[in-house]
């Protein structure tokens, strides 16, 4: 077991771990706690059209997942603010069209799609330096929002009408933190996979929030769970050579009845 920290590709999957864990383990807070659940599901599944177009045009797969990912997130707070359609029903229709676009554009795609498995289920081993590189960059940036803007999203997660009694700039802050959603979730699509990175968002949060409600303390507590789940998955994953989303999965799952079966006691 030692001499797998020997080689690059499992220091990068240990590194990609951990960063991984703190941008979920912040964002996903906020996302628990606005219960914005249904709407990070929406913006993982419309960012499969981003894959598919990156697929038929022969770019990197990341970059268009983002600009889809971001353009539904924006898309979806215009319209249930500026429109009469409701709030679930935007993201509804987000979800789909991203998924079909996605079909489509692969299915136009000449040939085969080698590394789709790897963006549907995850496979932490495939991380690169740029993904280390993009994902360093993404946890610099949100330690230095929510260190500068704490209080202001604190307020908005938990009352938002509060908030803006406050005068707090809350449709910007709003923005700000669904842009951030967004590319947390496209980045962490190789760790987890599109069809399972709702887990890593919503999971480790369930489990910390059992034994306490400080925002803070869900936000350490979740990172710490998060890679905790991520290094056991990652080494089940290597040596029984399954995609490392099912086992991080079956992990946090683990550890939550366990924490729950605990907290009965």
């Not at 709030?87 to 998924?99: K, N, R, T, Y």
């Not at 803070?216 to 998955?233: P, Y």
């Amino acid at each position: 077991m030692m001499e797998l920290f020997q080689y690059a590709f499992f220091q990068n999957a240990l590194l990609g771990s951990l960063l991984t864990s703190i941008a979920c383990g912040m964002v996903g807070t906020y996302i628990v706690s606005r219960r914005l659940v249904f709407i990070s599901g929406g913006i993982t599944h419309a960012s499969f059209g981003g894959l598919g177009l990156g697929f038929y045009l022969g770019i990197n797969p990341i970059l268009t997942a983002m600009l889809f990912s971001i353009l539904s997130a924006l898309g979806v707070e215009w319209v249930s603010r500026s429109t009469q359609v409701r709030e679930d029903s935007a993201i509804a229709g987000v979800w789909s069209l991203g998924m079909a676009v996605g079909v489509i554009f692969i299915f136009l795609t000449p040939g085969y799609a080698p590394n789709l498995s790897t963006y549907l289920f995850g496979n932490i081993l495939t991380v690169s330096s740029a993904d280390i590189y993009g994902m360093t960059s993404l946890a610099v940036a949100l330690i230095l929002i929510f260190t500068l803007l704490f209080k202001e999203i604190v307020y908005v997660a938990f009352d938002k009408e509060f908030a803006l009694t406050q005068h707090l700039p809350v449709p910007w802050i709003e923005r700000l933190m669904m842009m951030f959603v967004a590319i947390t979730i496209v980045l962490s699509i190789r760790l987890v996979g599109i069809m399972l990175l709702m887990s890593m968002l919503t999971l480790p949060q369930m489990i910390v929030n059992l034994y306490t409600s400080d925002f803070r303390k869900i936000i350490w507590g979740s990172i710490g769970v998060g890679f905790l789940a991520c290094s056991v998955g990652l080494a089940l994953s290597y040596f029984l050579d399954v995609p490392s989303g099912a086992f991080i999965v079956l992990v946090l799952v683990a550890i939550f009845l366990t924490a729950k079966a605990v907290k009965r006691r």
